[in-house]
């Protein structure tokens, strides 16, 4: 029979709780607070705080420390798996599953995505199991040898592969498979834009060129919205629009989005609406030319717009740009005159700019973790004393390994020798060696 330890105090708290309020409830200096978890390092224990109405009411809480007693101390290890910390008593392994959901149509067999009967394959069409379309296969290829790229977006098309070749099935418009390139034993790599095949690169079932030509221009410096140029032919990131811009591989990048256009045809930057990391969406770029200022639509569907001046928020007023002094860095910081920005903030970190960067959180977007590899903050943590804008900036702290930094949960990341906790306005770090334990990565998201 399962027992517990639990202690009880009488309290009126909300929840959930904040590793501060794990600390004023049941505070240990031999103890670790990491997520919900209360690690006793002396006692060797694991618990966590639980709470419950008194009396069915909603006046107060019982609050009680619950000590896990299926962890066994000597044995226990503590998994990262599927974005959550798991002791090794409470792991449940994954079960392999075919992926992609279909139906089991009467005279058909389904193999990765496709249905075949009489030798034909056929792509169902929408979410009716009775309207199918068949798909050319021509001769040479056999697709019951063809394997589905890892990370191919999607399941049922995309890219394909086998010992002598990089194949595109398109179930949309040509309704076939082709083969795109041929190489012996080549392995494709899906990168986050594009597929990556013997050197070569490939959107949308399309050679764009060789990776080694391209230059790459993050447009919103947010990893999220990227350009690649040869210097002839500009692509976007949506797979779908490309555009001749002869020369932009040299041109030079001077906002994120985060700027006005008045009447008179100039730029105004930066417009700091507010302090919002969320409302920072814009869909136009301003770039310096050899001979011009030009808007560019990030999405490639607007016609470029030519600007007749560009102005910087120095102060109380905007003055015009000197361009050689400037450099944009990660979303909304950038460095002028050797002092560096953000927003229209002049802050006191020494940040290295050039790397400096929004990290990647569960879903592919920032959690407001940022990062130049050196140092770790947070959007929680900009400093601002509206009283008379000193002291500007952001609390930190050291990085120990960022090639190897994941993201745990939206508040926990973790390097393989830290764990990093957002709590109550500042970073907690969290040595691995100061567990008894061992930590073993299963599954994580890369927070680059």
Known sequence: ????????????????????????????????????????????????INKEHINGTHMGYKVGLTIDTLIKPQTTCLYITNNQLVFKEHYVPETTQTPGA?????????????????????????????TLAEIKI??????????????????????????????????????????????????????????????EAFQGGKKIGRIDQFTEIDMRRDGETTFFTDG?????????HHRKL?????????????????????????????HNRN??????????????????????????????????????????????????????????????YYGIHQIKNDFDMPNLKWLKGLYGRTDGWLSDGKVLTHYDLFNLNKEDFTDIGFTYVPLADDRNLKA???????????????????IEVIPVKNFWFAVEVISAVSAY
């Open 1 to 48: 029979m399962k027992t517990k330890i639990i202690i009880l105090l009488l309290l009126v708290v909300s929840c959930p709780f904040s590793m501060a309020q794990r600390r004023d409830f049941f505070y240990n200096e031999n103890a670790i607070y990491l997520g919900h978890y209360i690690i006793d390092t002396t006692k060797k224990t694991v618990g966590w």
């Open 102 to 130: 279909y139906y089991e149509i009467e005279g058909y067999s389904y193999n990765k995505g496709l249905y075949k009967r009489n030798g034909k394959y056929y792509h169902l069409k929408g979410i009716s199991p009775t």
């Open 138 to 199: 021509p001769k040479g290829i056999n697709f019951d040898r063809l394997t589905y790229v890892e990370g191919n977006p999607y399941y049922g098309y995309g890219y394909l592969y086998d010992e002598t070749g990089l194949y595109y099935l398109d179930v949309f418009n040509t309704k076939e498979i082709s083969k795109l390139a041929f190489a012996k034993n080549c392995r494709p790599v899906m990168r986050k834009f594009y597929c990556e095949y013997n050197g």
């Open 232 to 240: 002839r032919t500009v692509f976007s990131s949506d797979y779908a």
């Open 246 to 274: 002869p020369g932009m591989d040299k041109w030079i990048q001077l906002t994120d989005g985060n700027y006005m256009v008045k009447e008179n045809n100039c730029v105004y930057f930066p417009f700091f609406k507010e």
């Open 279 to 340: 409302n920072l969406i814009y869909y136009n770029v301003l770039f310096a030319t050899p001979d011009s200022l030009v808007l560019v639509d990030c999405y490639l569907q607007k016609e470029i717009r030519k600007i007749d001046s560009v102005f910087i928020k120095q102060g109380d007023n905007y003055e015009r740009l000197d361009i050689a002094e400037y450099k944009l860095s990660a979303n909304n910081f950038y460095t002028y005159r050797n002092k560096n």
């Open 408 to 426: 745990i949960t939206e508040n926990i990341l973790f390097d393989g020798i830290n764990f990093y906790e957002l709590s109550n306005g500042s």
